[in-house]
């Protein structure tokens, strides 16, 4: 049997601080993950996608300008973008091997099962810990359909070394966006197949309005109110069928993809052995993100459940919180207010503190600033079609609330936004702060 003072269940970027942090302050640190080290961000999700991504807003950029500015638009190449995407991923694991070396951390390849409170079953190895910290991340949901087997997911779409000639989405979400207009400006036939009558429904509806319009317009197919009943293989490719208000539609696609959202990847690890309580939403913790029925286990990221957005920022937060509760005893607890979150979809949608919907429940006195804008000339310059705001403002006070955005760069200027929710900051301090010109971020004064 191994000992240590913590072991953490998972290397994302929680487990990641987490383990480097404690062996920093001379803690016995052992970390484990079946999968190779990184987590879904860096390995699966935000980092490669956002590498792929990078051809496709060369394109959109050029579509926009075609015939005001340049007189051709580049062809853009799945194949090299997926070369140059794999010699970042390939590095990363090795990198952060490398880290956990140096600071004398004892690495496992392998899953992790609870035999008791403090014990684990890790490959062939016995390990018992003072504190366990499960930061396992999470991974798709599964769909529950007859067929459910032929669809693939997000890992697998980053993975294609030849790129579909036809794609369906299964749900409506970040993911399904994301990937959809990436795959459609690469050259594929895309559908999206969502169950709500509106796509993206923890975003703004007016936001989500304009990107749905913007969508369409790509060729997109998005058909809403429909929940998916099967997945048949059908002349070399798959039949998927629906169900809406309609009644039973079939289409056909190259390769499903399954974008119905993602669960907490906790439910094979025998919990029960350790008497961890847990849920849907994860491991049940409390403010100090240490599980509410065993003081041994913590848990952070998207294993944890938690008032956090499922967001990378929010799992290094956690990290770092739980990292120093394990040092100093439960003396921090997570702020999740003011917490953008963007979809990286072309134009971009981003979005950060309350929707008119929560600041109504919540009882609030304040009013709603909203246009349309694409003769700004953040838009106007690059011939950008969709640009679009709304801004929540405390009538009393003139704090802001809320901000929600689409348009050029608006994953960047979504962070002052953030900043001034954080810090309290008033449409009349916005106002009065001197911003570069021209520049996207100086539009912030006209939105509040």
Known sequence: MKNYDVFVIGSGMAGMNIANKCASKGLRVGITDKLPYGGTCALRG???????????????????????????????????????????????????????????????????????????????????????????????????????????????????QFLPSSLLFIGGGYIAFEFAHMAARFGSKVTIVHKGRRPL??????????????????????????????????????CVTGKGESGEKKWEAAQVINSAGRSPAIFDMDLEKANVAFGEKGVEVNEYLQSTT??????????ADTDGIPLTPVAVMEGHIVASNILKGNIKKPDYTA????????PTMASVGFSEEEAVKKGLNFKVNKDRVPDWFTAKRINEKTYAYKTL???????ILGAHLIGPHAEEI??????????????????????????????VVYMV
């Open 414 to 443: 979504i962070n002052l936004f953030a900043m001034a929710i954080k810090a309290g900051f008033t449409s009349k301090d916005l106002k009065t702060i001197i911003l570069t010109y021209p520049s996207s971020s100086s539009d």
């Open 201 to 238: 429904e923890n975003f703004d509806p007016f936001i989500v309005d304009q990107l749905t319009e913007a969508t369409k317009q790509m060729g997109i197919q998005l058909v809403l109110n429909t929940n998916v009943t099967a997945i048949e293989k059908a002349n070399g490719a798959f």
């Open 46 to 160: 935000c980092d490669p996608k956002k590498i792929m991504l990078g051809p496709t807003e060369v394109k959109h950029l050029a579509d926009n300008l075609h015939e005001k500015q340049i007189s051709e638009v580049p062809a853009i190449y799945w194949q090299e973008a997926m070369k140059f995407k794999q010699d970042f991923v390939d590095a990363m694991p090795p990198k952060i091997e490398k880290s956990y070396e140096k600071n004398k951390i004892d690495t496992f390849h392998r899953s992790a099962k609870f035999i008791s409170e403090t014990q684990l079953q890790v490959g062939n190895e016995t390990i018992e810990a003072g504190k366990i910290i499960i930061a396992t991340g999470a991974k798709p949901r599964e769909l529950e359909i007859p067929g459910e087997e032929y669809a693939m997911d997000s890992t697998d779409f980053l993975n294609f």
């Open 339 to 346: 917490i953008p979150t963007v979809v990286f979809t072309l």
């Open 294 to 303: 065993n003081p041994n286990v913590y848990a952070a990221g998207d294993a």
């Open 393 to 399: 403002i405390e009538k009393e006070t003139g704090k």
